[in-house]
């Protein structure tokens, strides 16, 4: 066994297997997004295309049949209103989840980039730590 296969200790060991399994995350995640981005974009066409092809089968029935489909008024203005305040509540809706999810992607970026920090400061933790108990 060479030296670079052959671990000095613990966390030698620690290490590589840590590199490993955040190589893997890094070549699967995208995989994993492309991956359900296309199945929800074929469910989105799936229920678009559901809903547009029920549409059709009842305008064509109610034609072949001569039944009136013919909403009165009232019930299409309140059918308009509800639909126009189901749109501003998803435009809302969109926006603060979106908005969410950015407030938590900067959380992240600045614990990132101060990690540094905290591992500097653990450090000089650690060093007094091992002065104060370290015999001279």
């Keep these: 066994m060479s030296e670079k296969e052959n671990p000095k200790n613990n966390l030698d060991v620690i290490e590589r297997l840590s590199k490993k399994y955040f190589l893997e995350i890094e070549h699967t ?20 295309n559901t809903i547009n092809a029920n549409i059709l089968l009842q305008k064509e029935f109610t034609t072949k049949s001569g039944l009136n489909s013919k909403l009165p008024d009232p019930i299409q203005k309140m059918l308009e209103s509800m639909n126009n ?52």
């Design 29 to 48: 995640i995208p995989h994993l997004q492309q991956t359900l981005f296309d199945f929800q974009n074929e469910f989105y066409k799936t229920w678009k």
């Design 85 to 136: 305040e189901h749109y501003k509540f998803r435009s809302l809706y969109n926006k603060n989840i979106i908005k969410s999810i950015e407030t938590g992607k900067e959380n992240i970026k600045v614990w990132n980039d101060n990690a540094t920090t905290f591992v500097d400061l653990n450090q000089k933790i650690m060093q007094y730590w091992i002065s104060a108990f370290t015999l001279k």
